[in-house]
């Protein structure tokens, strides 16, 4: 059982470049996020979705977007890469939170760690 | 605004040393509070979810409290295996997807 699988796992890119980070989850969850992780600050999420065909913006998602036409899979794209975006990003799904056995974790991938020159 | 504060950023233990690890948290109805464990190069693991001042959870080494305000994760005879950045992160009232909000982290080191 593979959980959440990010890939790629490293990338460099050149400032203004695009690229595509994309997230794949085997455990039927409905819900899916996209976090960044800067050092000294806390998980900040981008973008989420709450089910196939929906996203929804969170803390931090000027510069990015998203798409999930597939329940299993939640894409992150930077249409223009920038050096602050410099990262590591982590998905994340979970059940509803309306399941009884749900209890608010949050099941992360393993990270992909994105360098903007 | 919600928000998560943990302390100390670093802590360095011998084998053996007890401590405790703190997460203050300001949130206008809490729904749940939760500790992970991160390895480094590693997405954050799940231990605990708390929901009420007064609830405790244990799990080997680790046991997480809460109070109204604060949670501890205290470690007891810890291991250098226990090595790794501890997150807490609440969940408040609002919309599902959006109202997670994660701490810095503790970074512990423990020697041998």
């Known amino acids: 059982n593979a959980g959440v699988t990010q890939t790629p796992k490293f990338r460099v890119l050149k400032t203004g470049q695009s690229m595509t980070l994309l997230c794949a989850q085997d455990?039927?969850?409905?819900?899916m996020y996209w976090y960044r992780q800067d050092p000294g600050m806390g998980l900040r999420l981008i973008h989420y979705s709450v089910g196939e065909g929906t996203t929804a913006k969170g803390e931090v998602p000027d510069g990015y977007n998203v798409s999930r036409l597939k329940k299993q899979n939640f894409l992150l794209g930077l249409e223009s890469a920038a050096p602050s975006q410099t990262s590591v990003y982590f998905c994340?799904?979970?059940?509803?939170?309306?399941?009884?056995?749900?209890?608010?974790?949050?099941?992360f991938g393993e990270g992909s760690r994105l360098t903007v020159l | 605004e919600d928000q998560v504060t943990q302390s100390p950023e670093a802590l360095r233990l011998q084998e053996g040393e007890s401590s405790s690890l703190n997460c203050s948290y300001t949130?206008?109805?809490?729904?749940?509070l939760f500790w992970y464990r991160q390895d480094p190069g590693k997405g954050p693991e799940f231990l605990f979810t708390?929901?009420?001042a007064g609830e405790e959870k244990e799990k080997e080494r680790l046991k997480a409290t809460l109070t109204k305000k604060e949670s501890f994760l205290h470690i007891t005879a810890p291991k250098p295996e226990d090595s790794a950045t501890y997150l807490c992160a609440v969940q408040g009232p609002h919309n599902y997807g959006q109202n997670f909000v994660f701490g810095p982290g503790t970074r512990l080191s423990v020697l041998p």
């Open positions: 949130v206008s109805g809490l729904r749940g």
């Open positions: 708390l929901y009420s």
């Open positions: 455990m039927n969850h409905e819900y």
């Open positions: 994340a799904s979970s059940p509803s939170p309306g399941l009884a056995a749900n209890t608010g974790e949050l099941f």
